[in-house]
T-cell receptor, first 112, second 114 residues
């Protein structure tokens, strides 16, 4: 039982490049989330999904897109990376929503 | 507006001393409350949670937190800290109707010195 797994763990992008972050969970959770963590800012919600085929915007969605084609996977895409997207990205899942969220180990992204 | 405030960004303390990390929230709806801990270069781990029932909740490693509805607080306490408690602690609140979304405080870095 791996829990929530994020790939890759580290990545350096040049401004304007695109990439996809993958989140996979093996707990059969309905709800999945993408957060970003910046120093002194805590974690802020980017997008979330309440089930396969659904997505919704969080607090800071601009510059990101997501897809939930399979229940166990939640993808976060950056179409044209910007230095402001340098951050640590965390994926989380939960079921039902009023219980704890389980977090992945994070992806450290640097955009130069 | 719904918000979560952690009043202290850094808390230095000596080993075996007591510590309190403060968390306040603003809400007009019911809430679920969580404390997460993040060790250096790691993800977030749940420390303890309040969903319902007893307002005093405890973790397996000696931390406790008390939900105070009238003061809209969920402060984290430990009577005697260890070096290994050095980490960043995040208070998180799930507001009723938010579809599981967590609003995080900005975090408190606890530094335990020998």
């Amino acid at each position: 039982n791996a829990g929530v797994t994020q790939t890759p763990k580290f990545r350096v992008l040049k401004t304007g490049q695109s990439m996809t972050l993958l989140c996979a969970q093996d707990m059969n959770h309905e709800y999945m989330y993408w957060y970003r963590q910046d120093p002194g800012m805590g974690l802020r919600l980017i997008h979330y999904s309440v089930g396969e085929g659904t997505t919704a915007k969080g607090e800071v969605p601009d510059g990101y897109n997501v897809s939930r084609l399979k229940k166990q996977n939640f993808l976060l895409g950056l179409e044209s990376a910007a230095p402001s997207q340098t951050s640590v990205y965390f994926c989380a899942s939960s079921y039902p929503p009023d219980t704890e969220a389980f977090f992945g180990q994070g992806t450290r992204l640097t955009v130069v | 507006a719904q918000s979560v405030t952690q009043l202290d960004s850094q808390v230095p303390v000596f080993e075996e001393a007591p510590v309190e990390l403060r968390c306040n929230y603003s809400s007009s709806v019911s809430v679920y409350l969580f404390w997460y801990v993040q060790y250096p270069n790691q993800g977030l781990q749940l420390l303890l949670k309040y969903l319902s029932g007893s307002t005093l909740v405890e973790s397996i490693n000696g931390f406790e937190a008390e939900f105070n509805k009238s003061q809209t607080s969920f402060h984290l306490r430990k009577p005697s800290v260890h070096i290994s408690d050095t980490a960043e602690y995040f208070c998180a609140v799930q507001f009723e109707g938010s579809q599981g979304n967590l609003i995080f405080g900005k975090g408190t870095k606890l530094s335990v010195k020998p």
